[in-house]
C-alpha cells in the first residue's frame, strides 16, 4: 500500500474512534510527507528538533508540526517560532524555557506532560507524583505562554497486551484525575497514547491523539 492510502485508512479510521492521527514522519524524507500531505495529512510528528525544522521550512505553511521526542533546554528557541504542540515535557525548567520563548514571538505554545508509564528504564517522563507536584508549582501558574493541554505516554514494548492496556488504562485513570483538578491554568483535554504497534489498545483505553509512523510510511531503516 502506498503512503497515501495508509494515511487515508488510519485517518478513517481514527476519525470513528473520535481521535486525532499524527503522522509521524521521522528520518522519513520531504518528498515522503509531500505524499501524506497530498493525501490530506496536515499533522506531523518528529522526535529531532533539527529535522523538524528543516521539514517545516521545505513544506507548506498549514502543517501542524508535533514534537514528539525528548527536547532539550537549548533547543526550544529553534521551534518557538511555529510548533503547534510538544508531546514530551518532563520537567518545569523546560516548560519555564518554552515559555520564555513563546513569549519572544507572543505566542502561547500548547504540550503534553509526559508521563513514564513503560516499565523499561530507557522511556523519558515524569512520574505520578512528580507531573501532580508540576501542576500544583506556583511557577506553572506565572506561565502566559507556555500552557499544558493534556497527557503524553509510551506503553512498555512487550507482546504482554495485557500490561500495555493496563499502562495505558493507569494514565488515562490520571488524565480523569488531573481533569477533575478543575486548575485554572490547565486544560486537560488531549490524552496522547498509542503508536502502529499499540494504537488499537490506547484507542480502547480512552486516547484521543494517536501518533502512527512505520504503519503509514514504512518501517525505518
Ligand atoms: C517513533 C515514535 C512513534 C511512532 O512509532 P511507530 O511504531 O513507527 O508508529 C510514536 N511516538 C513516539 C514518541 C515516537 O518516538
Redesign the pocket.
Known amino acids: 500500500m502506498s503512503i497515501q492510502e495508509n494515511y487515508k485508512e488510519y485517518a478513517e479510521t481514527l476519525q470513528k474512534h473520535g481521535a486525532t492521527l499524527v503522522a509521524?514522519s521521522?528520518t522519513k524524507s520531504v518528498a515522503q510527507l509531500q505524499e501524506a500531505y497530498e493525501a490530506g495529512c496536515r499533522i506531523f510528528?518528529e522526535?529531532k528538533v533539527q529535522e523538524m525544522t528543516a521539514k517545516q521550512e521545505a513544506l507548506p505553511n498549514d502543517i501542524q508540526w508535533h514534537l514528539?521526542?525528548h527536547l532539550q533546554t537549548n533547543k526550544v528557541k529553534y521551534l518557538a517560532p511555529y510548533v503547534h504542540l510538544i508531546?514530551s515535557i518532563d520537567s518545569l525548567k523546560l516548560l519555564k524555557e518554552i515559555n520564555k520563548q513563546a513569549a519572544k514571538y507572543d505566542r502561547t505554545i500548547e504540550g503534553l506532560l509526559q508521563i513514564h508509564i513503560a516499565q523499561e528504564e530507557s522511556k523519558y517522563g515524569l512520574s505520578f507524583e512528580e507531573a501532580k507536584e508540576l501542576l500544583h508549582s506556583e511557577a506553572i501558574k506565572s506561565f502566559n505562554n507556555a500552557k499544558i493541554v493534556g497527557l503524553m505516554g509510551?506503553a512498555t514494548f512487550t507482546e504482554d497486551t495485557i500490561q500495555v492496556k493496563e499502562e495505558f488504562e493507569r494514565l488515562r485513570d490520571f488524565f480523569e484525575e488531573v481533569k477533575a483538578y478543575q486548575l485554572p491554568h490547565i486544560d486537560c483535554r488531549i490524552l496522547s497514547m498509542g503508536?502502529?504497534?499499540d494504537y488499537e489498545i490506547a484507542l480502547q483505553a480512552g486516547s484521543n491523539l494517536v501518533?502512527?509512523?512505520?504503519?503509514i510510511f514504512g518501517e525505518?531503516a
Open positions: 509521524v521521522k510528528g522526535n514528539i521526542g508531546h509510551m503508536m502502529s504497534g501518533r502512527i509512523g512505520s504503519a525505518r
